[in-house]
């Protein structure tokens, strides 16, 4: 492992070793309540790690066979209301932080999508992806999960449509060969 | 509702499987990469997790984010999703264990909601591709969608 690689496991795993020696702290000033926290957040692991393995591969999955080109591909030119359910489709699909998403967005718009299907995507991007929504309903139930899901949908839907028409937005223009 | 996934998540792959055996093996390859990225921040979030459990009384908790707090709890909770930047899918449990410690539906509502859908950490990648314009207009009509949501949250699941 070379040396830059090293910094960054370090600085990565830094937030992770702080609380772990104020948990240590914690339990060798106090056991009785080190022992509940202990408890506690292994309770927690166990629950995620139970699901984790088939939320990953599911993602794995997702991205392999519904690669980001395909969506940069189809986005770019439907229109209407097939342009808004792809839209919405695509945007469940992908894995990733959605800071991964802008200059797919970006390149999305230069290429003439709609903004309304664009701010669209982004928000289901964010918000709707199926293994997220599927941890959500595990730790916070299904009413809870699918309840929100329907009503950010539905807000989303709103933004796009509100940012065509009032946002007078205007998306900074790059060269094509810069992708 | 992790047999469901399982399930969900076993038959894609079989089918994958037996549609494209190279593919499938990538598959396997890119989940295991998003689980190791995913590590730092899960065992932060269990961390965290254990110390709100063990040391937060149900009481502070109630008393800051709980169904007592009405709208200002909700905007505290849209606020801290807004500056916080962990994967929606590693704060489902600190969600959880939250709300088993009396958070309000609503508060955790918007605090997810503004978790996935603004960015204030992201703000900056999000200017240079989509312009300041793009990202004032998304990021203001997220956090106030997430207040709605978490508002209509509140009153609809008890």
Redesign the interface.
């Given at each position: 492992m070379n040396k830059r690689k090293a910094q960054s496991l370090f600085r990565?795993?830094l937030?992770?070793g702080v609380?772990?020696i104020?948990?240590l702290a914690?339990s060798h000033h106090d056991p009785h309540?080190?022992r509940?926290?202990?408890?506690?957040?292994?309770g927690?692991?166990v629950?995620?790690m139970?699901?984790?393995?088939?939320?990953?591969?599911?993602?794995?999955?997702i991205?392999?066979?519904v690669p980001k080109a395909l969506i940069q591909r189809y986005l770019g030119q439907e229109a209407g209301w097939r342009g808004v359910l792809l839209a919405l489709a695509f945007g469940t699909a992908p894995?990733g932080?959605?800071?991964i998403a802008?200059?797919i967005?970006?390149g999305l718009?230069q290429k003439g999508a709609r903004l309304s299907n664009v701010?669209i995507f982004?928000?289901t991007w964010?918000?709707a992806k199926i293994?997220?929504v599927?941890?959500?309903?595990?730790?916070?139930g299904?009413?809870?999960a699918l309840?929100?899901l329907v009503?950010?949908l539905g807000?989303?839907l709103?933004?796009g449509y509100?940012?065509e028409a009032f946002?007078?937005?205007?998306?900074?223009t790059k060269g094509v060969e810069e992708e | 509702m992790t047999i469901f996934i399982y399930l969900l998540t076993g038959g894609a792959f079989f089918y994958s499987l037996y549609r494209d055996r190279e593919k499938s093996k990538r598959a396997l390859r890119v989940g295991a990469r998003v689980f190791l990225g995913m590590l730092p921040s899960i065992l932060l979030v269990v961390g965290l997790v254990g110390l709100v459990m063990g040391l937060l009384p149900p009481e502070v908790i109630s008393y800051y984010i709980g169904p007592g707090t009405g709208f200002a709890g909700t905007l505290v909770a849209a606020l801290a999703g807004a500056v916080t930047l962990i994967p929606s899918i590693v704060s489902f449990p600190l969600a959880a264990s939250l709300v088993s410690l009396g958070a309000s539906i609503g508060t955790i509502a918007a605090f997810i909601t503004t978790l996935t859908m603004v960015g204030i950490v992201t703000a900056p990648i999000e200017i240079k591709e989509l312009g300041l314009r793009f990202t004032l207009w998304r990021n203001g009509l997220s956090f106030l969608a997430a207040i709605l949501i978490a508002l209509t949250m509140g009153v609809v699941l008890i």
């Open positions: 990565r795993f937030p992770v609380v772990l104020i948990v914690l309540r080190g509940a926290v202990a408890g506690a957040a292994g927690y692991l629950e995620m139970k699901i984790l393995p088939a939320v990953v591969l599911l993602m794995g999955l991205d392999v066979w894995t932080p959605l800071y802008f200059p967005a970006s718009l701010v982004l928000g964010a918000a293994p997220q599927m941890v959500e309903a595990k730790f916070l299904l009413s809870f309840l929100r009503l950010t807000a989303i709103a933004m509100l940012m946002g007078k937005v205007k998306v900074p | -």
